[in-house]
């Protein structure tokens, strides 16, 4: 039930407290998507594959031979596929073994092909939402990042703990798990910086010396795992790991546009021969049957 029934469906919203309401509408997108079985297929992909599923067993497996084997592949794989994963996940588990299946049901969305009108428009009004939800807000707060203009996560180091953590939330701020990804890429960094703030921090509260002291003692220890299990990698790129994506977008938000258009090109540029295609094969006239000749029998 995890896997087929949305968690924001069965429990509401997650990661509502965050300041970014684009980032709560991302995460909970995300959680509808990516982990459940019918809709990691699409909003309305999803259904119009059980409506075709449907089908077959009610009018078409008798002149379909395969359709027993499939009638028992489906329900097997799903059984299987969701037995296997080692523990539950209440926000489901689709996206560990199912996907072979999602994608033999996108398989049967175009082998359906060319749809009804009334289907045709579900299903690419469908693909807009999934896109806008599932592909475009994504790559956007992907792509967030400090700069000058904006600040986005901010860090604090709790002294009784030793430990980082999220520091005063602002109005751009997005959920802890986002901060905890944004934090795995400047760790070292916010060590070394740490390290220094620490070094000119004068208190006359022995209590409170004693506390830098040992944060200062772990901060030095975690820094020193880039020597022993990086090989100095972190210390030869200034502490900090940035991906093609970081290269991409810059430290300024503006060059973010450039992919997210390109992006958003891409798209209408599909729907557009998905839609040109559906025109040219409804005006298609259809083809001739010629008619079946009279076998001629000889009678005893």
Not at 271 to 285: F, H, K
């Amino acid at each position: 039930m995890d896997s087929i029934v949305p968690y924001v469906l069965r429990s509401g919203l997650v990661y509502a407290g965050q300041p970014n309401p684009a980032g709560v509408l991302r995460d909970n997108a995300f959680g509808f998507y990516q982990v459940n079985l019918i809709f990691s297929m699409g909003l309305v992909g999803g259904p119009f594959v059980l409506w075709l599923l449907w089908g077959f067993v009610r009018r078409r497996s008798a002149i379909l031979p395969e359709w027993p084997f499939w009638r028992v592949l489906i329900p097997c794989a799903v059984l299987v596929g969701i037995g296997v994963v080692g523990e539950r996940d209440s926000f489901g588990s689709a996206h560990l073994t199912l996907i072979p299946l999602e994608v033999l049901g996108l398989s049967l969305i175009a082998a359906a092909f060319p749809w009804r009108r009334v289907a045709a428009i579900a299903v690419v009004a469908g693909c807009i939402v999934d896109f806008s939800l599932g592909v475009f807000l994504q790559a956007r707060l992907e792509a967030l990042e400090n700069t000058l203009r904006q600040t986005v996560f901010t860090t604090g180091l709790n002294l009784g703990y030793r430990t980082f953590q999220p520091g005063s939330p602002t109005r751009d701020g997005l959920s802890d798990a986002a901060w905890g990804n944004w934090f795995a890429k400047h760790q070292f960094a916010l060590c070394r910086r740490y390290i220094g703030i620490l070094a000119g921090y004068r208190t006359p509260d022995a209590e409170a010396r004693e506390a830098v002291s040992k944060a200062q003692a772990q901060l030095r220890q975690d820094l020193n795992e880039d020597a022993v299990y990086w090989q100095g990698w972190w210390g030869r790129h200034d502490d900090t790991l940035e991906f093609l994506g970081d290269d991409v977008a810059g430290t300024s938000a503006w060059r973010a546009v450039v992919p997210q258009a390109l992006l958003m090109f891409l798209f209408l540029a599909l729907m557009g021969a998905l839609v040109r295609g559906m025109r040219q094969i409804r005006l298609r006239p259809p083809p001739r049957v010629p008619p079946r000749a009279h076998a001629r029998g000889s009678r005893r």
